[in-house]
């Protein structure tokens, strides 16, 4: 079974620009969450997708949002970026409880210069 | 916060030797979980552990939970060079996973 893919795997934006990450979870699997990483802050949790609907979402400003396709594939969208959103994003899938094992894809690393 | 805190930020260790890193957290909880983080790449599940589950199991991992003091630790008994990982804990409630800001493992040769 393949397991979580996210695209692009590197990416670099500039300042007030948007960028749309990808996140295709492992077949079958229909939570999907997005996590935050920096040096600084840590793992920071962005939002929870279930059937195409927004279960929770962490504290971010409404610069980040998300969605997920009737396949369970999840975009997340970053507008108006800003030097402090340079981070790796991960993106992680689980069976349907939010609270279970989670299987993470191997991240996007975006530089915001 | 929820946040659970690892203890210690950093261990260095030689291979062969016993590694134990510490979890705690604040509120109560659904369940615990841990994670290992290569380099900058995804996090790997390695194991959960419920709420009214005191110890558990998996390989030469094992996990114990203290709920009344909210804490819980790691241990990885004859440590590899393949070990050398950050290691996180991860905490249940308010219908989200909050982690930790890890353990930073370092297996010596």
């Known amino acids: 079974k393949a397991g979580v893919t996210q695209t692009p795997r590197y990416l670099i934006k500039t300042r007030g620009q948007q960028v749309t990450l990808s996140c295709s979870p492992i077949s079958g699997h229909r939570s999907v969450s997005w996590y935050q990483q920096t040096p600084g802050q840590g793992l920071q949790f962005l939002f929870e997708?279930?059937?195409?609907?927004?279960?929770n979402k962490g504290n971010f400003p409404g610069r980040f949002s998300g969605r997920q396709f009737s396949n369970s594939r999840s975009e997340m969208n970053v507008s108006t970026l800003e030097l402090g959103d340079s981070a790796l994003y991960l993106c992680?899938?689980?069976?349907?409880?939010?609270?279970?094992?989670?299987?993470f894809g191997p991240g996007t690393r975006l530089t915001v210069t | 916060s929820q946040q659970g805190e690892e203890d210690p930020q950093a261990l260095s260790i030689q291979e062969g030797e016993n590694a134990t890193m510490n979890c705690s957290y604040k509120?109560?909880?659904?369940?615990l979980q841990w994670y290992r983080q290569n380099s900058g790449r995804g996090l790997v599940h390695l194991i959960l552990?419920?709420?009214?589950?005191r110890e558990k199991h998996s390989g030469r991992l094992r996990v114990t939970l203290d709920t009344s003091k909210k804490s819980s630790s790691l241990l990885i008994t004859a440590s590899r060079a393949a070990d050398t990982a950050s290691y996180f804990c991860a905490t249940s409630g308010a219908q989200k996973l909050v982690f930790g800001q890890g353990t930073r493992l370092t297996i010596n040769p």
């Open positions: 552990i419920r709420s009214n589950e």
């Open positions: 509120t109560s909880i659904n369940n």
């Open positions: 997708y279930f059937s195409e609907t927004q279960r």
């Open positions: 992680a899938s689980s069976l349907a409880v939010w609270d279970g094992e989670q299987y």
